[in-house]
Structure formats: structure tokens, C-alpha cells
């Protein structure tokens, strides 16, 4: 077992964590604050930053309206700013969308040529404008990560890219308070993101009785436990403090935690949503809610160990001797179906009046230039289609 490991992101969580702004931005003087379509607006946050950043006497230059599943033209926009305006800081205050565009501006920035040829992983780049966070929607992790994708829309491309550890933040603010006005639908995404980034790192090739792996396995399947317990209250009450800071805790972890260095699961999953709204531009989170089950009735058919250990330890199913580890797998994922609906998670593709025209152009942006996806189980083209299909 080999890793690399280093976050030098300086994370400030809880309800005091905006009064460390003004300290973090000592030395800013011309800074570009990036946000989306009006949300921080609208709840007063845009307001208390706007005050830390002119106490500080910042000048502010502004990128506004960052699209869920934010757009190379977007990065495009920011970058001029930057360049224009000789910006040195830049300030993401929004979900996963805000937070990936501001990491793409910063490289964009400091890169002499095509942003996307970096973002493609075609060319290498080791400079950035320094930038923070403060999140307003617990899902991505992307406060928390260097990780950050980006869509291309005249090809209908969205890549997830990353620089280690150039992309990670130089510091993030976790108010929870701050993602309790997320709408429901939007909470429901964030739910299922967060549990799809611990499901992709759970379900590893990686031999489960190694005594690390069974370190590993545990954490996650206590952080998916709780996950599940937490989502179906939250969903029914959206403004509950005590499950938003505790739901950010996991969500600032999911994707950052050291045991996906170990596991490196499958993450077939986000490969197939990654294609599917880079096709059709639908909210990550609700298209993973459908892709992961139907991957999992297709996986447990190869992996049944796996399945097993899935049924028994997240989903709480007791073992039952006359059941084969295949029956027993898919009991197991009959009883995530059933926690996706209890959570109103979208389960089909029809709910965003999805059909098999396009199938052909998502199964070939699931692969770009790879011939397989999945490490558990590995896909070609003809096990993603008929995965896509059954989503129909
Ligand atoms: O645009 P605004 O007005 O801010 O509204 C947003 C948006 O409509 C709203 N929202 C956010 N905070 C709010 C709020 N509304 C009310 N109150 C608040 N406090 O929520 C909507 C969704 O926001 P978005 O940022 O798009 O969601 P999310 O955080 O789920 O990010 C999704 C993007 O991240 C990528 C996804 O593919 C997608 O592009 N991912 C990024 C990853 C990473 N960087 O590590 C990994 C993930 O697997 C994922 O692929
Ligand atoms: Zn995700």
C-alpha cells in the first residue's frame, strides 16, 4: 500500500468560521469573488462578505451567474477579469459549480495558451492565482479537494481534471448555517453526491480481508450509515442545523479522505453521469441516483463478494444461509432503491425526459479516449449501454 498525501487547504468549519476571512485576506488587494445565479444574494451572504472584503479595503471585481455544471466559456469570462483587473486572490462563495470554475480561472490565469488542453490533461501547469472558498452547498467535497470538473458545450465534453496539490484551496469556510436554504431537490442531490463519492471508493478491487482494508471499509461504511439516517430526516427538515453541520461534516470528507488513496475504487458511476449531463446538462447528483443502482444490479452479477459485504454492513440485511452471495448482493441493493425513494432521489431517466436517443453519444463520452471503465468491475461499451438502458 502506497499513497502520497498532502491537503494544505486551511479549513475553517462551524458558525464562527466567516470572522477568519478577513485574516486570511491580509495581503489581498484586487480580488475576484466568483458566485452563481443569485443564491448568496438572495440569503444575505453576498452581504457579510461584500462587508469583511471592504473592511480589508479589497478592491472587488465580480464573476456572477456560474452555471451548474459550469462551462469553459465561464472560466473563459473569469480569466479576462483576472488578467484585466491584475487580480491576486480569488474568492469562490457557492456550491461544487462555483467552487470547480474559480479552481479552473486561477491555473487559467497564471497559463499561457488553452485552458482546456490543461483541463484535458494534454499539457501540464504548476501556477495559479491563490484562491479560497466559502461554501454555500454541501455535495462535491470541492472545498475540500483538488479536484474540479468543467463542461465544454459546443462538444459536449465535461472533464473532471486535477492538479496535485496545486488545486486544492489555500482555505475554505464550512458555515453550515449557510446551506440551510439549499431547496430540497438540491439537498437531495448533495445527499446522493456525498454517498456516491464514499460508494465508489467502498466498492474496490482491493482484497477486503487485508487488515487495512478493513480499516478502510469500516470508516466508510460508518460515514454511509450515517449518511443514510441523516439524509431521510434532512429531506423533511431542510432548515434542521444540527443534520446540515453534520451532513457537511461527511461532505467535506467524501472526497477528500485518505482511505480512497487505499481503496481507489471504481468511479465507473461518474464516468457514466459525467457523459449523461455533459449530454443532456442534468444536475450531477440526480443523475448518479439513477446510474448507481442500475451499475450495481450489472456489478453484483461479477462482484458478489462485494455485494455481500454491502447488504450486510451499509444496508444492516442479515446474512440468510439459504441465499447465494449473488441473492444476498441484490437484496442489498433492493434496500438502497428503497432508501433512494424514501429520499425522493430521482430513479430513472425519464424524469428528465431522457430517451435512447443520445445513447450512443453518452456511452462514447463515458469513455473518451479509454477502451474500459471501473476497477471492481471493469465496463466496455456494450456493458455501459446496456447499464444506460436499463436507466431508461
Ligand atoms: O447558482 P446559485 O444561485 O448559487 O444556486 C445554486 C445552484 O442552483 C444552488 N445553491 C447553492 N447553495 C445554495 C443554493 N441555493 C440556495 N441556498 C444555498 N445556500 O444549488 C444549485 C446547485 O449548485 P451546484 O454548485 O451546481 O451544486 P453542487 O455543489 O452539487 O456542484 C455540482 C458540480 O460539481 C461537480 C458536478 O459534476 C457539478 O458540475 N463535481 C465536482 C467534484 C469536485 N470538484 O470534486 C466532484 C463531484 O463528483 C462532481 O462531479
Ligand atoms: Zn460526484
Known amino acids: 500500500m502506497n499513497f502520497k498525501l498532502s491537503n494544505p487547504t486551511r479549513l475553517y468549519f462551524g458558525d464562527q468560521s466567516l470572522s477568519y476571512l478577513s485574516s486570511e485576506l491580509n495581503n489581498v488587494k484586487r480580488l475576484l469573488l466568483v458566485y452563481g445565479g443569485g443564491s448568496i444574494k438572495k440569503e444575505g451572504i453576498y452581504d457579510k462578505v461584500i462587508d469583511i472584503l471592504k473592511s480589508e479595503t479589497i478592491e472587488i471585481f465580480e464573476l456572477s451567474n456560474v452555471p451548474a455544471n459550469p462551462t469553459l466559456d465561464k472560466v473563459n469570462e473569469g480569466t479576462q477579469l483576472c488578467i484585466n483587473n491584475n487580480v491576486d486572490f480569488i474568492l469562490a462563495v457557492g456550491g461544487g459549480s462555483v467552487i470547480d ?29 491563490p484562491f479560497g472558498t466559502i461554501l454555500t452547498n454541501s455535495a462535491t467535497s470541492s472545498e475540500n479537494n483538488y479536484y474540479s470538473v468543467i463542461s465544454k458545450t459546443d462538444t459536449l465534453e465535461k472533464i473532471g481534471w486535477a492538479i496535485w496539490p496545486l488545486n486544492f484551496p489555500v482555505f475554505s469556510i464550512v458555515n453550515p448555517a449557510f446551506t440551510t436554504s439549499v431547496p430540497k431537490m438540491h439537498t437531495i442531490y448533495g445527499i446522493v453526491d456525498i454517498m ?75 464516468a457514466i453521469e459525467h457523459a449523461i449531463s455533459a449530454v443532456y446538462d442534468i444536475p450531477h447528483g440526480g443523475g448518479l441516483a439513477i446510474v448507481i443502482p442500475h451499475w450495481m444490479k450489472f456489478a453484483v452479477k461479477k462482484a458478489p463478494h462485494k455485494f455481500v459485504q454491502f447488504a450486510a454492513n451499509v444496508m444492516g440485511l442479515k446474512q440468510q444461509p439459504d441465499l447465494s452471495d449473488y441473492e444476498f448482493g441484490c437484496l442489498g441493493i433492493t434496500a438502497f432503491e428503497a432508501f433512494l425513494k424514501t429520499i425522493e432521489a430521482p430513479l430513472k431517466l425519464s424524469y428528465y425526459q431522457i430517451d435512447d436517443r443520445e445513447m450512443d453519444q453518452m456511452v462514447s463520452k463515458t469513455f473518451g479516449s479509454l477502451q474500459t471503465i471501473g476497477k471492481l468491475v471493469s465496463l466496455n461499451h456494450q456493458d455501459v449501454k446496456d447499464i444506460l438502458l436499463s436507466c431508461l
Open 101 to 129: 470554475c474559480a479552481k479552473a480561472i486561477a491555473v487559467a490565469a497564471k497559463y499561457e495558451g488553452d485552458i482546456w488542453d490543461v483541463i484535458k490533461h494534454k499539457k501540464p501547469a504548476n501556477d495559479k492565482i
Open 196 to 270: 456516491s463519492h464514499l460508494i465508489e471508493d467502498y466498492f474496490h478491487a482491493k482484497d477486503i480481508n487485508h487488515p487495512i482494508i478493513s480499516i478502510t471499509d469500516r470508516h466508510i461504511e460508518t460515514m454511509l450509515i450515517s449518511m443514510m439516517a441523516l439524509g431521510k430526516k434532512l429531506v423533511n427538515d431542510l432548515e434542521n442545523i444540527e443534520l446540515r453541520t453534520s451532513i457537511a461534516y461527511i461532505g467535506t470528507q467524501a472526497l477528500s479522505t485518505q482511505d480512497r488513496h487505499i481503496t481507489e475504487g471504481d468511479w465507473a458511476c461518474h
